[in-house]
């Protein structure tokens, strides 16, 4: 079971009650960022503080947790975190999408798609989409309610009308059910489509902000953009070097100093999985795929 | 003075329980979803009561009606969660009805455009959950539309609700409860008659 010395999943009860409040208002607005008594959590903020509050406050022991970083289950953030729930809650951990019921994540949605029972818990370092375009808090809070959000597009209008197009391609802003402007986190713009009308809850916690925010499932996401600028998401153009994927995201990565790179899966779990089912890539069998080829 | 009902057994992980039961229902308006919910004292629902446990505190401000506002329903709610019972709906957080006729859910707080999350969130008890008169759902959390029945619900409430849908994103979120059930219908779904 849990840690003995602490209360069930770290988090004191009052506290819990606290963010389940939150989180029911937040489901009840979707898109629209509730302000929380965000706690201190024995990491710094920036660690994912926000959205382990959020998974402490709704973890229960039956429930099975994956945890990813930039869609990598092996870094120090995603393993810290799922250790740290594994202690206090004494659940069980998994690096399979399909299996987790509830997946915590730092910057990528899994390309497996997600199901109904499944929550997905977003760590946010900036909840507020117009945070860069205005930074008083009572001005933004002021657009969102009335539903103000023409800075936010002359903010893209501005990109076309310099870069040719819009050049946001990470925590690319989103507009949730047709009503509230959201940051979507650092999720590349590849991600967005996964929002759309997910069958999976998607819930939003910033620890440092103090902000809680959610989708319900079969809600609609819009990426924002313009009818003669339609969206874009971006994606490396190039197949998975280790399993060959040409629909997922793709990591960058320098492999010598000569200038040498190669492009992998940054979903870690989908790479695995295919590699596993045969399926290889131009560089299979590179140091990079790790000791199982 | 007769003994006072138990409260959670064990209130993290029964609290934990249901508040996911909960979040599921509100995620997932018009699906009716049933708590392991301990003995409440009546009127006061199963499922009313365990909600209460879960997240009523002495933060949280509680309005009851003239129903369930009986001595053994507000000592019961204020041994096991130290909330405050207020006598006016417009302070309520929390919104506990059993009466079927004169709701004063135009009197709840629906919050303001900067924080519609001030607003109340209303417990209401009906006769049943699955049975009686259909109401249509539309909204974030439903695929497309979906059907719930229900039994015994109050005077008026699709009219209100149908007003309540208008302020978006201000508004009251409500959880239907009929013993152990509950369906949640946050602001955001709108209902119609059929």
């Known amino acids: ?293 | 003075m007769t003994a006072l009902a138990p409260g959670f057994v064990d209130p993290p992980l029964a609290a934990q329980a249901v508040f996911r039961r909960l979040l599921d229902a509100m995620a997932r308006p018009g699906m009716v979803v049933s708590l392991e919910a301990p003995p409440a004292p009546p009127p006061l629902a199963l499922a009313a009561g365990a909600i209460a446990l879960t997240l009523c505190d002495a933060d949280t401000a509680v309005w009851l009606d003239p129903a369930l506002r009986t001595a053994e329903v507000v000592a019961w709610l204020r041994f096991h969660t130290g909330c405050r019972i207020v006598g006016a709906a417009e302070d309520a957080a929390f919104a506990f009805a059993a009466d079927t006729v004169a709701l004063p859910f135009d009197r709840l707080p629906i919050g303001s455009d900067e924080f519609p999350d001030r607003s109340a969130t209303a417990v209401v008890q009906v006769a049943r959950l699955g049975a009686g008169a259909p109401l249509c759902l539309a909204g974030p959390g439903i695929e497309t539309t979906t059907r719930l029945h229900v039994q015994g619900l109050p005077a008026g409430f699709v009219a209100w609700r149908a007003r309540n849908h208008v302020a978006y994103p201000r508004g009251v979120d409500v959880v239907l409860v009929a013993g152990t059930q509950i369906a949640g219908l946050p602001r955001s779904t709108a209902v119609t008659e059929g």
């Open chain 1, 1 to 293: 079971m849990s840690l003995p010395g602490y209360n069930f999943a770290y988090l004191d009860e009052q506290t819990k009650r606290m963010i389940r409040r939150a989180l029911l208002k937040a489901v009840a607005i979707p898109g629209y960022q509730v302000p929380f008594a965000s706690r201190e959590m024995p990491l710094a903020y920036g660690w994912g503080t926000g959205g382990m509050q959020v998974t402490a406050a709704v973890i229960g022991p039956d429930d099975v947790l994956k945890v990813i970083d930039q869609g990598a289950d092996d870094t120090t953030n995603a393993v810290s975190i799922r250790r740290f729930f594994a202690l206090t809650a004494g659940v069980r951990t998994t690096e399979r999408t399909v299996e987790a019921t509830i997946i915590q994540t730092r910057h990528r949605i899994p390309e497996t798609p997600l199901t109904a029972g499944q929550i997905l818990v977003y760590q946010v370092p900036q909840p507020e989409p117009l945070r860069k375009l205005e930074p008083r808090e009572t001005e933004t809070r002021r657009m969102h309610a009335l539903a103000e959000y023409g800075l936010m597009h002359v903010k893209l209008y501005e990109d076309i009308a310099r870069h040719g197009r819009i050049t946001l391609s990470y925590d690319y802003p989103v507009l949730v059910n047709g009503r509230h402007v959201m940051a979507p986190s650092p999720i590349p713009s590849f991600d967005n489509p996964k929002m759309h009308r997910s069958p999976a809850l998607q819930l939003f916690g910033a620890g440092r902000e103090k902000r809680i925010y959610a989708v319900p499932p079969y809600t609609s996401v819009e990426s924002l953009a313009f009818e003669d600028h339609p969206f874009h998401p971006w994606k490396a153009n190039a197949p998975c070097g280790l399993c060959g994927a040409t629909d997922s995201y793709l990591d960058e990565v320098v492999v010598d100093d000569r200038g040498g790179r190669l492009f992998v899966c940054s979903d870690t779990d989908h790479c695995t999985t295919r590699r596993a089912a045969g399926h290889r890539g131009a560089a299979a069998g590179h140091a990079l795929a790790g000791a199982g080829e």
